[in-house]
């Protein structure tokens, strides 16, 4: 199968308000390329020096989704074009993703990723702390960041129960901290699903998933 067939089969599949984010992460430009060529425009990368370098040889109608955990150090070098930033997880990030925006005149579309597995290497906020942050004063101040809803990772797990149970935490997160919306927080994604189980979280109510090895097949870390 082609990348053009896999991308065609996938969309053919999911309902038609879910949005699909294509993982190019690892993957050559000549692959995106053919991704973009199929008429694909969303691409999610993991590392913001690789999303950097893409997205300087492509096409400049693509969107990009940082969708890998976030160093506040490396922000500065994507706030000029990021789309949106999936793996906000705590406040300090917030902040200076705000500040790199205001630079560049622009307000970044930001995720709040909550902590919905069980195992330990996966980053993430609780429910508790994203409704502080929502609440605090500190955040009404950030005027050029736009949260447009949450993001969670569920465990690496064969058990669907579980997979399901984790998801379904992030879906009533999500529907409890809707009451707080305000000018910078617009909740409208719930991003959850990837390659193996992005049907079940489109069962579970995602909004956005993550497809990378559906799409252009297995990953080659050892370049």
Not at 2 to 27: G, M, R
Not at 31 to 36: L, P, Q, R, T
Not at 41 to 64: A, C, H, R, S, T
Not at 152 to 159: L, P, R, V, Y
Request: charged share 25%; glycine share 6%.
């Amino acid at each position: 199968m082609s990348i053009k067939q896999n991308l065609q089969t996938i969309k053919s599949s999911i309902p038609e308000h879910i949005t699909l984010v294509a993982v190019s992460k690892t993957k050559p430009v000549s692959d995106i390329m053919e991704a973009y060529n199929a008429g694909h425009k969303i691409f999610g990368e993991n590392k913001v020096q690789d999303m950097v370098e893409k997205y300087e040889q492509m096409p400049k109608d693509i969107l990009w989704h940082m969708i890998g955990h976030v160093q506040r150090n490396k922000v500065k070098y994507m706030a000029s074009f990021v789309s949106l930033i999936h793996g906000v997880d705590n406040f300090k990030l917030l902040k200076e993703i705000n500040k790199q925006a205001k630079k560049h005149n622009r307000i970044i579309d930001c995720l709040l990723q909550i902590k919905i597995a069980e195992e330990d290497s996966k980053f993430g906020m609780s429910a508790e702390d994203a409704s502080k942050i929502l609440f605090s004063e500190a955040f009404s101040a950030l005027k050029n960041i736009n949260i447009t809803g949450v993001m969670g990772m569920a465990t690496f797990t064969d058990n669907e129960t579980q997979i399901k149970k984790e998801f379904n935490t992030l879906k009533s997160t999500f529907d409890s901290l809707k009451s707080y919306e305000k000018f910078n927080f617009k909740p409208e994604i719930i991003s959850m699903g990837m390659s193996g189980d992005y049907k079940l979280a489109i069962d579970c109510g995602s909004t956005m998933i993550r497809v990378g090895s559906s799409i252009f097949g297995a990953r080659n870390y050892s370049n």
